[in-house]
Each structure stands twice: as structure tokens, then as C-alpha cells.
């Protein structure tokens, strides 16, 4: 996944998308340290002091110059959990996902739309041979009736123009059971859909 990452300049991510970390917290890494602080740094006098050369100050390297703690939360998490317990959470949301996806290539009625390398499943309903604009509204209808329910809770996107529907595992607690209610919540909701009923701008009736 991160094949010619040596030659970026930049990298960020967001301990609060996986890492166990509350929202709000990235993370990140640059080669040229000295152009942030050259670009956001001010020091007026009243800023200077004996250590300014001895440490790194990181008021120079955003642009506010009073900001929150966002590392001590994440400090938190790797002091509890360190670095290997961060790996096996990250394995296990991998191996949740990895079942669910097995689950959607076995059933003959749904495809999954992406490769899987992390822990989301990009899939769809496609229960037999029907044009892409009909398969968009029983998407978009199975994916209205999944939510409607309250158990699970589903999110969408669009891959080479087509309605896709995504499940993400990234809580901490979540268990294999509950990646399989999830899975038993859509199949339910394709059962109750007609997949030759469709109304023009965009209705169904479910």
C-alpha cells in the first residue's frame, strides 16, 4: 500500500479514523521541517528565549500559534495499548473485513467492486442482469432500508460511476458477530426488494 512512500515529501494520517484515538488527531511526517517553520514561524521578541535553539518548538509548525494537546491522546493510546496491540487491533478489523468480503464473493447475488487490503468492503446487490441506472436505485434503496433498520449502519460511494456500497470496520469493539449481523442485515433487506420495481426520478417502493 505504500509502494514509493520514500519519495513523497509528505505524509499524513488520522489516528482518530483507526487508531484508537478521539477525534481530532493526525499524523504528520515531513522531509523539510524547515520550510513549515520557515513559512508559518514567527518570532517576535517577546517569543525568544536561551532554548530556542535547543529544542523544537511546534508553535512554528501550523498555523495557530495557541493549540490543543492532540499527541497526549494519542501518547495515551500508545502508552496503554503500545505498539503491538495497536497491530493486533489493526489484524483483527483486517480479518473482519477480509470474512465479510469472502461472504459477499460467495453469494451469487452480490459482488464485491474493490480489492479488500484493509477494512473496508466496497460491494453491491446484483442479483441477475439488469443496466447500471437500475442497479444505482436498488443499491441506493437497499443500502435506505439496511440504515432504516437501526442495527447497522452502512455508508455509500461511487467506484467508476457505479452506487457502492461500503462497510467499514474500525470500532475497537466490534466482533465477528457483529460484522455477521451486518451481513445477515443486507441480505435481508435484498430479499425484501424488487429488483424490477423502479419509478422514475429515482423512487422505490421496498
Not at 503500545?82 to 477480509?98: D, N, P, S, T, V
Not at 452506487?163 to 465477528?176: C, M, P, S, Y
Request: charged share 30%.
Amino acid at each position: 500500500i505504500l509502494d514509493g512512500v520514500a519519495g513523497v515529501h509528505s505524509l499524513v494520517f488520522n489516528p482518530h479514523k483507526w487508531l484508537l484515538t478521539n477525534f481530532d488527531c493526525s499524523a504528520y511526517y515531513t522531509r523539510e521541517p524547515e520550510v513549515l517553520t520557515r513559512t508559518l514561524g514567527i518570532l517576535p521578541e517577546y517569543l525568544r528565549t536561551a532554548q530556542d535553539r535547543s529544542v523544537t518548538n511546534y508553535r512554528d509548525w501550523g498555523l495557530p500559534l495557541g493549540r490543543r494537546f492532540r499527541a497526549l491522546k494519542l501518547w495515551f493510546v500508545l502508552r496503554h495499548d503500545g505498539a503491538e496491540g495497536l497491530r493486533e487491533h489493526l489484524r483483527r478489523h483486517i480479518g473482519l473485513a477480509e470474512a465479510f468480503a469472502g461472504w459477499v464473493e460467495a453469494d451469487p447475488d452480490f459482488e464485491v467492486l474493490a480489492p479488500v487490503p484493509l477494512n473496508t468492503v466496497c460491494f453491491r446487490y446484483r442479483p441477475k442482469e439488469m443496466d447500471e441506472a437500475t442497479l444505482d436505485r436498488l443499491n441506493e434503496a437497499l443500502l435506505e432500508r439496511v440504515n432504516a433498520g437501526g442495527r447497522v449502519y452502512l455508508t455509500h460511494t461511487r467506484l467508476g460511476g457505479r452506487f457502492t456500497i461500503r462497510l467499514a470496520v474500525g470500532q475497537e469493539r466490534t466482533r465477528r458477530d457483529h460484522v455477521e449481523e451486518a451481513w445477515h442485515c443486507v441480505r435481508e433487506a435484498a430479499r425484501a426488494l424488487d429488483p424490477s420495481t423502479s419509478v422514475e426520478g429515482g423512487a422505490r417502493r421496498v
